[in-house]
């Protein structure tokens, strides 16, 4: 490779750019002593190194410009420094190390020892030196051609209160999908394909939360073990979208597979929003392997314990986090998130475990620099944005905390409906908090419903169909003694463990799905279905499949529930039709001047009286009525029209006995009709009337909702 023409270069932007003439690398190392710039050629056996020194040095920034490299280029880089692990430097110039700004990676790791900066098996092992060379392990960054033709695309821009989340893995979705062509299933392209594309259409839903895209690897405990790092929670290039999802090819194709993606989604206005994973990097502890962060400067990227800057800060299990203390560290994920929505045009992104980012020390702050950058930040603080509000250290459970323009994952939602549904005692109140947004967590902070992210289920857990159908998980297929995954699952009393031919406990099951998807679609907040619950997918009672690329993982597209499917299609269509379901304010209650008129929310017990104070404080109170005035709702339409909608009476029963509701007494209607009853498989939208005081029966652990008809 002809390297004789070398220029200066700029030392921004960082990564490679091709400017139609050449490209420029930048990469920033703050403590190395010497970067050198590895061009590749060839593969395998073939494979032909061209190292360029990278005399350059500009604010902490080695940068070089190569005139006439085209995109396609394979490279990484090779840094200089001391190897001082108990000063926090690990610089092993013998491995080659992608660009922390890549924005394409060419494929997956060759597990090797190579790939370890340290002797392993060695006593202390992280404190010797290994002089194995990585490079050919280890995949290329490689350099993209950023154009594309975009068109008249534009972001869907759905208001949040109107949003549908599907939680979505990229190649679970489509890979078992017989209508797809074989090589575009569990692709880019496979999501972007007409028949998946009409799925999403016709389910309803308008946002995808695509599991992570970034690229990742597999751990090598993993691979020894014939498994794969399936959820992709290991992120190793935060600009680059992850290889294997793409049908077209690994060499910067994967780039344009992803924006076609997108293009397509948006056509049929349907949001893409990412899940990010900014916690920590795929190198994790000091045992790890070093192939990009560690090796171009552990001590700047990494956040170290004071006390002993061999070991690594690790607020997420994973063994590392990065250094958001570091301008530069903080620069980096500025940058990624923002390419990803000027660049790739994604709509927002949900922050794994985001409580990590909020750490300016050891406390998690509201206030803290990863914050404030976002929030000032004119590109993406116009996008959605969505915490996972934990993480595993100390304080980091932080529901409810995050600063305006956040919504969240509202775990306490989750834990509130299974409770209540399977029975539990002292559920009433807070189930009713949750129904209506959880004006508790995010009132005070001048937040709206739609700062709420409800879910039942999400990937890291058990499925809908298996939340009611196992007492306990059934991990074994993990290769770790069923160890791994939450302990156990809370028993919902269906009768039996797992799969079962008796009747009555299918009916139970199906019945308790129904409720939960019911709940999810009436509460007031941002509804959030795990891809594949609304068609009973099983994943045989293993709650933490994070390691099973496989049927277990994959949507079942050909054997499924299919009253099910028709049931959570009618009630995401039903809400979308209903503004009652998804108001953009809180709820103000029955107006204090008139304490019998029907405000805009009223609460009913069984015999058709209004709850008292002793009622909700009752701890065994397991029914209720819920009264929703649509002719309440506190906001006009997008040209200004005043919102008007139909009024709604919602039952819901979850003892374990049948009972029998009054309607509310006359003054709040007279004549109703039963919309749904989740005893029965499918929605009848025009059921059995009820005029006058008029008292119709609630088979147990069951709901119904009633519309007002005059």
């Known amino acids: 490779m002809d390297v004789s023409h070398i220029w200066p270069g700029q030392p921004y932007p960082l990564g490679a750019t091709w400017d139609g003439e050449g490209v420029n690398f930048a990469i920033y190392s703050e403590n190395a002593t010497k970067v050198e710039l590895c061009l590749f050629e060839g593969g395998g056996q073939d494979l032909r190194e061209t190292r360029v020194a990278m005399t350059e040095y500009t604010d902490q920034v080695h940068h070089v410009y190569l005139p006439d490299l085209q995109p396609g280029q394979m490279y990484g880089y090779r840094v200089h420094g001391p190897f001082e692990p108990e000063n926090g430097h690990r610089f092993n110039p013998h491995k080659l190390l992608l660009d922390p700004y890549a924005k394409s990676i060419g494929g997956p790791i060759d597990w090797s020892d190579a790939l370890f900066a340290y002797e392993i098996g060695a006593e202390d092992a992280d404190l010797t030196f290994n002089d194995m060379d990585s490079a050919s392990y280890m995949p290329k960054s490689i350099v993209i051609d950023p154009s594309f033709v975009w068109g008249d695309d534009k972001p869907p821009r759905i208001p949040r209160h ?66 794969r790092n399936y959820w992709g929670y290991n992120s190793i290039g935060f600009f680059a979208p992850h290889s294997a999802y793409s049908s077209a090819g690994v060499y910067g194709q994967q780039v344009q597979e992803f924006k076609s993606m997108v293009k397509t989604l948006h056509a049929e206005g349907i949001e893409v929003i990412l899940d990010v994973v900014y916690n920590h990097t795929a190198e994790g502890s000091e045992r790890g392997p070093t192939l990009c962060f560690r090796g171009v400067d552990n001590a700047a990227y990494y956040r170290l314990v004071d006390e002993d800057k061999r070991y690594y800060m690790d607020f997420t299990g994973c063994g590392n986090s990065p250094n958001v203390n570091n301008p530069r560290v903080l620069q980096l994920m500025m940058d990624s998130l923002r390419y990803w929505v000027l660049e790739m045009h994604v709509d927002g992104f949900r922050f794994d475990l985001a409580s990590v980012m909020a750490r300016e020390l050891y406390e998690v702050d509201q206030l803290s620099a990863f914050f404030d ?155 959030m279905l795990l891809h594949g619950d609304e068609m009973g997918r099983t994943k045989n009672g293993n709650n933490n499949t994070y390691c099973q690329d496989n049927e277990w993982s994959w949507m079942q597209w050909e054997d499924h529930d299919k009253d099910l499917l028709e049931f959570t299609r009618w009630l995401i269509h039903f809400r979308k039709q209903h503004p009652v379901f998804r108001r953009r304010r809180w709820f103000q209650g029955q107006p204090i001047y008139c304490p019998n008129c029907a405000g805009d929310i009223n609460w009913f017990r069984a015999d058709g009286e209004q709850m008292s104070e002793d009622d909700w404080n009752s701890g065994f109170a397991k029914s209720l009525g819920i009264f929703l005035n649509g002719e309440a709702i506190p906001f006009p339409g997008p040209r200004g029209e005043r919102i008007v909608d139909q009024t709604f009476y919602i039952i819901i029963n979850a003892c374990h006995d049948p009972l029998t509701f009054k309607l509310p007494p006359k003054e709040w209607g007279t004549h109703w009709r039963q919309v749904f009853d989740t005893t029965q498989a499918v929605p009848h939208e025009n059921g059995p009337p009820c005029e006058g005081d008029c008292e119709v029966p609630i088979e147990a652990r069951s709901m119904a909702l009633w519309r007002k008809e005059g």
């Open 162 to 227: 109107e949003m549908i989340v599907y939680e979505v893995h990229v190649k679970g979705f489509t890979k078992l999908c017989p209508e797809i062509p074989e090589h575009e299933r569990g692709t880019y392209e496979g999501l972007a394909h007409p028949t998946a594309v009409a799925y999403l259409k016709s389910l309803g839903v308008n946002a995808v939360e695509l599991m992570p895209v970034h690229h990742f690897i597999h751990d090598r405990h993993l691979v020894d073990k014939g498994l």
């Open 373 to 527: 950058i976002i929030h000032q930040d004119p590109v993406l603080s116009q996008v959605k944005l969505i915490a996972e509000p934990w993480d595993v250290g100390e304080g980091g459970y932080q529901v409810g905390n995050f600063p305006p323009l956040w919504s969240e994952w509202n775990g306490k939602y989750r834990d509130t409906m299974r409770d209540f549904w399977r029975g539990d005692d002292e559920t009433l109140p807070e189930f009713a908090y949750r129904f209506t947004g959880s004006s508790d967590l995010y009132q005070s902070s001048a937040k709206n419903p739609s700062a709420s992210i409800n879910f039942i289920t999400a990937h890291d857990g058990f499925t809908l169909r298996d939340l009611v159908s196992y007492n306990e998980k059934h991990n074994e297929a993990n290769g770790s003694d069923n160890d791994d995954g939450e302990s156990h699952n809370r028993s919902w009393n269906c009768g039996a463990e797992g799969p079962t031919d008796d009747p009555e406990i299918n009916a139970l099951r199906s019945r308790q799905q129904r409720n939960l998807l019911a709940t999810l679609f009436l509460s007031q907040g941002v509804p």
